[in-house]
Each structure stands twice: as C-alpha cells, then as structure tokens.
C-alpha cells in the first residue's frame, strides 16, 4: 500500500498536475457553505469542507443525461462520450456511497452503460474528517471518518501536509504520477492519520440503528409513518442530496422529429412517481412514499445488498425545509423494533 | 419570544381543553439548530412540544389543505376536523387566501395570530459559518451566537440573518384570527417592501438576464419551493403535466427558467411573499425576485396587496375597465 | 447506440400488422417485425415476459409481450388507449417503425408447469400473456409436455373479448378446454354468461397437480383468489401477473419497487405465495 | 441555452419567426380581412388561434419563446367588444405582468407583444405585424430561453 506525504505549500501543484488532460472537481466555497465544482482555478479548492450542499454523486449520475438523441425512427449511432474525471475532496461517506451505488447499476449482472463508463472514468480522491459536519452518523452505518470503500486513494489532512494512501491500483498510479512533488510517508505521519481519524470519530454521535430486518418489516404498519406523513412535503429535497438515491425517470424531449431520451433524478417522495396510466396510484399518502424511502434505503437495501444505503452524510436532516430528521426516525423505529 | 411561546402552549392547552379543536398545527424543535418542524397536536398534553422563535419559518398554511380533504378510506359520514394553527403574519395572510380559494373551510378554523419580528434564514447562517456546520445556536438579543462543528464561535448581527421576505415584512400581525397574540411592540420595518426588486430592476437587461442565469443554474428539480408553497396546492403541477407537456424535466436552463417563470406567474395575486420557497430551496436561490417583482406590478398597477382580506378580490380574479395598457403595441 | 450491448436502446421494428380488438376500439393488436436479424435472435423471450414499446420522441410503455416464442418471425403486443405513448402508438399506420426493448421480467414458471396441469383464468384485457402462454404450450410439438390445459377467459361484453377468432378455434380444439364468458352478452350472444369467479367455481378444475395463472383486472383478481383457495391451489401453485409503473424495466430506477421486489425483473409474474409476504403496494 | 448569434445571423438569411396568438372573434378575423383585402404583410408569422384572448395561458408564451420564436403577438379583442363579455379584460390583466416579469428577466421587450385587433381592422393588424417584426427584426433573432437539442449524427 503506497502511502506518501504532500506538503501542504505544494497542493496547487499536484491538483494542476491531476488536472491535466482531466476534469477535476472539488469542492469550493459557496454562499452556503461548500460545493463541488468544477476547478479552473485550483486556488479555489477548500479542504475544509465537511459536507458539500450536494453530494458528488452528480459526477457518476448526474442529474440528467442524454442516453441518446434521434431523428424519426432513428436512434444516433455515436458512442458514449465520457470525460475522464478526478474528483478531489470527497468525504469518506461520499465515496462509500459510490461503492454502494456501484451495486445497484450492475444488480443481477445487468450493467448500465452510462453509470459505469462515468464510474470508470472517475478518480476518487477521497479527505478523511477531522471533524464531523452538521449532522453526521456515519459510524452508525458503518462507515466511518477514514472508511476506505469507493475510493482510490485516501487522504489525512495533517495540518502542514496530507498524508495519501493509494487504494486502488488506479489509485497508485497516480499517485505515481506525482511522485516529483511527494516524498514517503512517515511511521509518524502514518500514526498522525490513525489518531486524527480516531479522534474524528469519537466526535460523531451515534445513533441507533434498527438493526432487527423482521421487525423493521412489522414497522410497515406503525402509526409513526401517519405523522411523518404530515409533515413531510413531498420534495425531492433528500433525495436529490442524498449520495445514495438513485431513483430516475426517463423522458423524451423533441422538436420537429428530432429529440433526444433523457434521464433524470427523480425520487419516490414525489406523489406522481407510481402513478399509473389508469389512475391508480399503490402510494397514494405522503406517509406510504416516505415510508419507502426510509424502508427502501434501510430493509429493502439491506435484503437485496446487505447494506443499508445510507451513509451518515446527514443532508436530508439537515437541508430537510419540513426538519423531518432521519436520525430521529432511526431512532424511534429502533426502539419501536425492540419493543416487537 | 418566550412569553409568547408560553402564552401560546397555554391558550392551545385550553382550545383542547374547551374542545374548541380536534387538532392543532404549530411548530416544534427540529434535530438540527435553527430549525423546527411543522407538528400536529391532538391532545392538551401535547402542547409542550410547540415552540416559538425565529426559527419558526415555515409557513404552516401549506399544510392546512390535506387537513381537509376526506381520507381515503374514509367510511360514510366523514366530517372534517376543527383544527387550530399558529400564524405569523405571511401564514395568516396565506391561510386568507386559501379560504378565498376554498381550500380550506373559515368555520373549521380556529387562528392564533402571533406577531413576529422576522425569521432567521438559514442559508445565511450557514453562509456566515462557511465551510463548517452549524453545531449550536443562540439568539442573544439583537445578535446570534453560533458555534460550529469544528467548535469555531461566532457572532452575527441577528438583523443579517434574518430572511429577505422578513426585512421587508409589512404585515407582522396576523390579518385574520381567532385570538391573536401579538404584543404591542412588533415594530414595522421602514424600508419599502420593493427595496430589492427595485434595485434590481436599477440593472441592465443583460446584468438581470446574467444574474438570473447563475441563480437558476443552481436548481435542481427537487420543487422543495413548489412543496413549501401554500399556493402550490394543484393536484398535478403544470411541471408534471404529460399532456400538454410544457417543459421538461431536466437542469436544463430553459426548462428551469420556464418552471420558475411560469411557477411566478402563478403566484401572481396571489403570493404573501412568506419567504417559504426561499428557505425550503436547498440550493438558495433568491426566488423571491421573481414573485416580489409580480407582487410589485400588482401592487402598482391594481393598487391591491395579495390575501390581506377575505373580502377583497383576488387582483387577477378582477379587473378596471380602466386598467393600464400603455404596454400595448399600437400601429 | 447498440441495442444488444446497451439495455437502454430499443430495437427497431416495423408494424406489419394492426388489428383493433374490441367495440371501444381502444384496443389494438401489434403485428411487429424486427429490421435486423440480429436482434430477433437477441431478443429470445419466454411467455409471460414483458417489453417496453418505444416511440422515439414520446417515450415508452411496459407491454406484457402476446405472442409465443413458437411463432416465429413476429412480435405481438395488445395495447390499451390510456396516455401519451400508448396514444400515439394507437395513431400509428402499418409500416411505421417503433421500437421494442426486452424482453424483461420473470417469465411464467414453464419449467414447473411440464407434466402438469394447467388452469388459465384471465379478465379482460389482461388477457395477453395467458394468451401467450396457452400458446406456447398448445403449440406443436410442445402439447404433450403439459396435461390438462383449462382456460377461463372473460370480458364485460362479447365485444370486448381480445382474439375472437382464435378464441373460436380455441374451443374448436379438443386437447384444450377453453370456456368464454362475458358478464353481460348481447342479442348476438350464445355462449356463457357470468363473471370470471363465479364460472371459475362452476367449472371448478381440480387443483391436484395443477398449477392456475391468474391475470385480469384488480376487482376481478380480488373477488377470483378467494374461489382459487377454495378450489384447494395452494399460493406457490397460482401465478399472477403484476401491472406497475416502470421506466427502466431493468431494475435501476426504483419505481416498479415493493417491498424488496422491483417488478420490472423480480415480475412481473409472481406466485402468491412471492405476493403475500409483499406490502401490499400494488 | 444561449444560442450562437452569429450561426442565424451570419449571411442575410435569417427572417424572424413569429408565433401569433390571436382572438377567434376579432383579431383573427382582423387578419383575414388583411388577407381577403390583399392588404400586404410579411410571411414571418404563424397564426394560433384562440378562442378569446383570456385563453391565452402564459404558458402558451413562454413555451413559444422555448422552442424557438423570435418573436410573439397576442391580440384580442378591444375592450368593451369581447365575445365573451370581458375575457379580454382579465386577459389585460395578466398581459401587463407577464410582459413586465419577462422584460424584468432581461428578456427583449420586442419579442412579446400585445394588441388589439377588431374584425374590422384588416389594416391595422398588418400594421401592428409589420411593426413587431421589424422590431423584432431589429433585436436580431431569439437567444435566451430558447432551448437547444443536440445535433443528431
């Protein structure tokens, strides 16, 4: 595992350097705080950042893609052009949730072209947390501050430098690539990016988990979802901020016989998302639809991939205009799964 | 604020109590600070959980609609619930609206009015912190005290947080209740209610076209502001319509502009300029210079304020033989 | 775009044929022929199998697929009138070219089904995969795999019935017992009266080494299991078909999710048995 | 969305589109007595009728702006003369604040109009439209809000 040390003075110079002939995204400094961006200017890139607005899950499913444009009858024959991308600065979460994603557009050996290509052609530079950000769980979901899932090379922000870990063979290449402007990584510094990534993590406050899938499955009918219901607007706020959502539709636009097949985020919060043709919709409340979000992500996730798709990021809990807080109903499902 | 909150936990405690109210719609604590949650009280003993601060932003009128509809399953005889709710000045003048729109019933109504010196916007707070979260909070008088997660602390002038809509607020007392809270010393603002239309419409087409540009780029489709929006009751928004189908689905800039234009347009009367679709915007774009910009025209040209009355006529739901139409193209 | 390696593009096809199948003549049958070799042979589909039509520029459909793979050369899709695809589907002349993307879904369980018998029960017009499953097994060489083949078919009216003719042969044949009802005939009539349960218990076909599919309209399907369960078929041995709404059709985008089944490829044929440990969210 | 100027403008070629929505009951028939007298006006426009000027959604205005119009002119009835009594009126309404909100945006004040066109009024309605497309015309063709799809190959 190649492991080395960047000094801090010389970070524009590795991000020009992972920068050419690539796209690189990182996140900048917003009015709201932090986003991803595409860099031009790699002054720009903020290190601090915990928790983007939005994830960067754009940079492998963004919110729309053309899946292939057409004339009458007649579907372009152009291949699929993808640019090659580093994305820098992602939080351990944000590239966890890439790995998880990962499973779903290649679920049942059915792979889907765009996603992968994108995937592929990605770099995943990943920061570990110093700090937890507004209302991180991530250990809670098992993840943690220095989780190494999804990513190709992790990141220590060790004040003066950054420590970087190679952990993909992608990864050391790069790595490789910049071996003018590192030098090895230290037992010390090494020891230095163990402690910082502890000490992150004992910061995060957890939260209970429902861990018990029958009883979770019982809670399809708890009360809780009524009141939640309420209060749930019905956006696609969580959704859309969520690393891990990847719901979708697929719409054609065109004029005049020429047209393209899109496809874009959507999410089962929305009231018209079941709708059918006929008029009949299977989730008609507000309370069934956040329902499934919440049991898609945490039962049905987990049956079909073992995992929960949620990673702690606390976006919907924090960008929620209805203060709905995922945590809070993790909490109240856990105690209600102990009480059956 | 406090005193309020009280007052408000004991009058809604009696409106159960007398059984006034079948339900009560207020505002509670959040998970995160600086926010609450709209929640439904069905019992005296619930009135613990209501809060009242200047994190109260929602506009609690949007949720009152669904309050009276008749359930699905619903059986026979249905009759709808008598439902109190907690409201500023913007949600009084929404929930004025929706009556005149018949979406919700004046006789099943029980208002109290509160008066309100303006809501803290969050974006804002969040935009003082920069790259790190909000951990703590606190108003101390005329300022906020954060904390953020990396334990830096803080403290801004409460009147910069504060949301846009708020600055400009008129209307800080409820226009219509039941029982009405306020304290004699919610104090109007002096700027005009137009300040930020105004000096926006001061800059060159192509700055305003510019502006707008970098603003909506940053929507996302999610229609938080749709949802938030006590107007924006339509069973299918013209943005979901198939057929006709107006405008796409994607990020695409033209699609967005149409959706924003012609979500604005459909404010037009109509709009309290609460701020809700500002705050619930995730990505915080300034709506609010769209449907400000409207309230203005209306204001100017139908010399009327949106829902300050149930008497008074929407202003596009009438018209003046005698209405402006210098703007009409003659030979 | 290929069609053969990336599942979002449909194949190209030509409309040979279009038959209208019923009195509201919002019912119409495509006779679909694939333009490339290629692709018929790519496109190797089961009974019970759904695809997605596509009409470049308005969108696509989930269409459970009509036809039986032992009628070579051609595709066929029953499509009701409801919305903006199926609309301009229904405006589309003989030789236009549409697109098909699939086959998709779980077929009916065939494996399962050899050397036993079989009861069809299908409702209006749900009909279209039994249709294609009766085929399949009535079709030569492949009859002597199953037993006893029972079909009870029903619609509101006479005219409402999907493949008349073949319905006639059907009942002419006399390795197949094919029963038609109609739940109100007209002056025309002859044949049986009644809805789908209540012929369904007339006939009452035994359960004993049977297997029943099951496919029609919710009310018919709600008032149907009850008389299934009393006719002694256990949940694992009735199948249905489910209808939801879809846009991938390949398990990606969610919308087809129960419980943690994705319809569009977990279905949509299930057994009851799959069905009741779902939510019911269908 | 902003499209390339020079690629309609470039060459003498470019013509500006119009969409009209016009009146059943006056401006429509406005324009066909422009046509049944021979009074001459420019080929740029594409008439829609409606059946009053309140029909028309400002929708309707926006969407011709998105797939492509340089231009846009909605025409009713005068006030006082609306088939329908005063369709036109609450349509006036609504006109003044779509018009306003679109100027505000940064969009040319030229590319969306509005008049008043009577049955009788065969020239005038020509005048008008010659008048908005040589404003049009002068502005140069249509860039923001229009909606761009890509090149098929």
Redesign the interface.
């Known amino acids: 595992m190649l492991e080395v040390t960047l000094d801090k003075s010389r970070l524009q110079e590795l991000l020009k350097l992972l920068g050419t002939d690539r796209r690189l995204v990182a996140p900048v400094v917003d009015r709201l705080g932090t986003v991803f961006s595409e860099i031009t200017d790699p002054s720009l890139v903020c290190l601090e950042a915990v928790n983007t607005n939005l994830s960067p899950k754009e940079a492998v499913f963004p919110q729309w893609e053309t899946l292939y444009t057409f004339e009458g009858d007649q579907v372009d024959k152009a291949e699929l052009q993808i640019e090659e991308t580093v994305l820098f600065g992602v939080r351990p979460c944000d590239a966890r949730a890439f790995e998880l994603l990962d499973r779903v557009f290649t679920w049942d050996g059915v792979n889907d072209p765009y996603y992968l290509k994108r995937r592929e052609r990605t770099l995943v530079v990943a920061l570990a947390c110093n700090a937890p950000g507004e209302a991180c769980f991530c250990t809670s979901v098992g993840g943690s501050p220095a989780s190494e899932f999804g990513a190709d090379v992790l990141g220590f922000d060790l004040e003066d430098c950054l420590l970087l870990r190679a952990l993909t063979d992608r990864g050391e290449t790069l790595l490789n690539s910049a071996s003018s402007l590192t030098t090895a990584a230290t037992e010390e510094e090494k020891k230095a990016a163990q402690n910082a990534a502890a000490k992150a993590e004992k910061l995060l406050t957890p939260v209970a988990v429902p861990e018990d899938l029958a009883a979770l499955k019982e809670s399809f009918d708890a009360e809780m979802w009524k009141e939640l219901g309420l209060k749930c607007l019905g956006c696609g706020v969580c959704a859309y901020a969520c690393p891990t959502c990847h719901c979708f539709d697929i719409t054609d636009e065109t004029r005049k016989g020429v047209g393209r097949r899109v496809r874009s985020w959507d999410t089962c919060a929305f009231s018209l998302f079941t709708l059918h043709g006929s008029g009949h919709n299977p989730r008609t409340t507000q309370d069934a639809r956040y329902r499934q979000r919440v049991l898609h992500k945490f039962l049905y996730c987990r049956e079909n991939f073992g995992e929960a798709f949620c990673v702690g990021c606390g976006r919907c809990v924090a960008s929620c205009p209805a203060g709905l807080d995922l945590r809070a109903v993790l909490e109240r499902l856990a105690s209600t799964a102990k009480v059956t | 604020m406090s005193q309020v909150e009280e007052t408000l936990k004991k009058e809604v405690t009696k409106l159960f109590e007398e059984e006034t109210i079948d339900l009560f719609v207020g505002h509670e604590a959040a998970g995160v600070p600086l926010k609450t949650s709209a929640c439904f009280l069905s019992s005296a003993d619930e009135a613990k959980r209501l809060v009242w601060n200047a994190s109260c932003a929602t506009n609690l009128a949007a949720y009152l609609p669904q309050l009276f509809k008749r359930p699905g399953g619903a059986k026979g005889e249905w009759t709808a619930p008598k439902v109190g709710v907690v409201a500023k000045g913007c949600d009084s003048r929404s929930i004025v609206g929706l009556i005149k729109e018949k979406q919700i019933p004046r006789d099943r109504l029980f208002v109290i009015g509160v008066g309100c010196e303006g809501m803290i916007d969050r974006h804002k707070v969040a935009g003082a912190l920069g790259t790190v979260g909000l951990a703590k909070a606190k108003i101390d008088g005329g300022s906020l005290q954060v904390i953020g997660t990396d334990g830096t602390q803080k403290s801004v002038e409460l009147a910069e947080v504060l949301a846009d809509s708020c600055r400009e607020c008129q209307h800080r007392t409820a226009v219509l209740f039941d029982v009405d809270l306020s304290e004699t010393s919610v104090q109007v603002p002096e700027t005009s209610r137009y300040a930020d239309v105004a000096e926006f419409e001061s800059k060159s087409p192509d700055e305003r076209w510019e502006f707008l540009v970098s603003e909506l780029s940053r929507c996302i489709r999610c229609y938080a502001c749709r949802e938030a929006c006590p107007n924006c009751y339509c069973q299918e928004c013209f943005a979901d319509e198939t057929a006709p189908k107006w405008l796409g689905v994607t990020t695409d800039l033209s699609d967005v502009f149409a959706f924003h234009l012609g979500r604005a347009l459909h404010q037009a009367g109509r709009c309290v300029d609460c701020g809700a679709c500002v705050a619930a915007c995730p990505q915080g774009i300034d709506l609010r210079l769209l449907n400000q910009k409207i309230n203005k025209d209306v204001e100017e040209l139908f010399g009327v304020q949106s829902s300050l009355s149930l008497e008074e006529a929407e202003a596009l739901l009438c018209f003046r033989m005698e209405d402006d139409q210098s703007f009409m193209t003659e030979p | 775009?290929d069609?053969i390696?990336?599942?979002?593009?449909?194949y190209?096809v030509r409309i040979d044929e279009v038959t209208i199948e019923n009195d509201e003549r919002d019912l119409k049958t495509f006779k679909l022929v694939f333009l490339d070799p290629e692709h018929e042979k790519a496109f190797a589909y089961t009974p019970g199998q759904f695809a997605e039509l596509s009409v470049?520029?308005?969108?696509?459909?989930p269409i459970g697929i009509a036809s039986s793979p032992t009628e070579e050369g051609y595709l066929l899709f029953t499509v009701k009138k409801?919305?903006?695809v199926?609309g301009e589907l229904h405006s589309l002349a003989e030789g236009?070219?549409?697109?098909v993307r699939g086959p998709l879904g779980k077929p009916y369980p065939i494996d399962r089904m050899k050397g036993k018998n079989v009861v069809i029960v299908g409702g209006g017009f749900a009909f279209t995969t039994l249709r294609a499953l009766t085929q399949y097994m009535i079709a030569d060489g492949n009859r002597s795999e199953f037993g006893e083949i029972t079909v009870i078919y029903g619609a509101r009216s006479p005219g409402e019935l999907l493949y008349k003719e073949e319905l006639k042969a059907w009942e002419a044949r006399d390795d197949l017992k094919t029963i038609i009802t109609v739940d109100k005939g007209d002056d025309a009539w002859k044949g049986r009266e009644g809805f789908v349960p209540t012929v369904l218990e007339e006939v009452a076909p035994s359960s004993k080494d049977a297997l029943m599919a099951v496919c029609g309209p919710?009310i018919m399907i709600k008032f149907t299991l009850p008389v299934v369960e009393k006719l002694g078929f256990a949940p694992s041995d009735t199948i249905l078909s489910l209808?939801?709404?879809m846009?991938?059709g390949?398990?990606?985008?969610?919308?087809c999710?129960?419980?943690?089944k994705y319809v569009c490829?977990d279905g949509p044929v299930f057994t009851l048995e799959e069905l009741n440990v779902l939510?019911a969210?269908? | 969305m902003t499209k390339k100027k020079d690629e309609k403008t470039s060459g003498n070629g470019w013509e500006p589109r119009i969409v009209a929505f016009l009146c059943n009951w006056c401006s429509y028939a406005g324009a066909d007595l422009a046509g049944v007298s021979r009074i001459q006006y420019p080929p740029n426009v594409r008439v829609i009728r409606v059946p009053c000027s309140g029909r028309i959604n400002p929708l309707f205005v926006v969407k011709a702006l998105q797939t492509g119009a340089d231009g846009v002119l909605v025409s009713g009835c005068h006030p006082g003369d609306c088939h329908y009594i005063s369709g036109n009126l609450y349509a006036r309404r609504k006109f003044a604040l779509l018009k306003s909100l679109l100027e505000y945006v940064g969009i040319e004040p030229e590319r969306v109009q509005f008049s008043w066109v009577s049955a009788a009024e065969g020239v005038r309605f020509a005048e008008i439209l010659g008048k908005v497309i040589e404003a049009v015309r002068a502005v140069g063709p249509a860039s923001k809000m229009v909606k761009e799809l890509e090149e098929v190959t």
């Open positions: 775009m069609p390696t990336n599942p979002y593009v449909p190209p470049l520029g308005k969108g696509e459909c409801t919305g903006v199926t236009k070219v549409i697109g919710p209808e939801m709404r846009k991938c390949i398990g990606k985008c969610g919308r999710n129960i419980g943690n490829k939510p969210e269908f």
